[in-house]
Nanobody, 122 residues
Framework: QLVESGGGLVQAGGSLRLSCAASARTGSSFAMGWFRQTPGKEREFVAAIKWSGGSTYYADSVKGRFTISRDNAKNTVYLQMNSLKPEDTAVYYC?????????????????WGQGTQVTVSS
C-alpha cells in the first residue's frame, strides 16, 4: 500500500527527493511520516504531515534541510532533502497513520513501505 522511490547515491551537499505513493484508501488516513534506519540502530523519526491541513513536523536533525509535502490528488507524499550530509545515509521508510494516536507524530503508524536506500558520500 506504500511504495517509496527516489533514493540513490548523492554527494554531500546535494539533494534528493523521495516519493511515497499510497493507495487511495491509505490516502484517506490521518497522516504520513518518514523514518530512517541505519544498521544496528533504531528506526528514527524524520518528518510527518497530516493529509488534511498539511501541518508538518520535523526532527531537529533535518529541520531547515528537509521538507515534507503531500499531493492529496495523487495520494503521494514527498520528502525533499537538501544539503545532504553523510550522516543522512540510511534506508528511508514512509509510513501511514490511519487514525490519530497519542504518539503522533513520532509513533503510532499502522502501515509501512519497503524502504529506499539513500547514500550520501563525503
Amino acid at each position: 500500500q506504500l511504495v517509496e522511490s527516489g533514493g540513490g547515491l548523492v554527494q554531500a551537499g546535494g539533494s534528493l527527493r523521495l516519493s511515497c505513493a499510497a493507495s487511495a484508501r491509505t490516502g484517506s488516513s490521518f497522516a504520513m511520516g518518514w523514518f530512517r534506519q541505519t544498521p544496528g540502530k533504531e528506526r528514527e523519526f524524520v518528518a510527518a504531515i497530516k493529509w488534511s491541513g498539511g501541518s508538518t513536523y520535523y526532527a531537529d536533525s533535518v529541520k531547515g534541510r528537509f521538507t515534507i509535502s503531500r499531493d492529496n490528488a495523487k495520494n503521494t507524499v514527498y520528502l525533499q532533502m537538501n544539503s545532504l550530509k553523510p550522516e543522512d545515509t540510511a534506508v528511508y521508510y514512509c509510513a501511514a497513520q490511519w487514525g490519530y494516536s497519542g504518539s503522533y507524530p513520532r509513533g503510532g503508524y499502522d502501515y509501512w513501505g519497503q524502504g529506499t536506500q539513500v547514500t550520501v558520500s563525503s
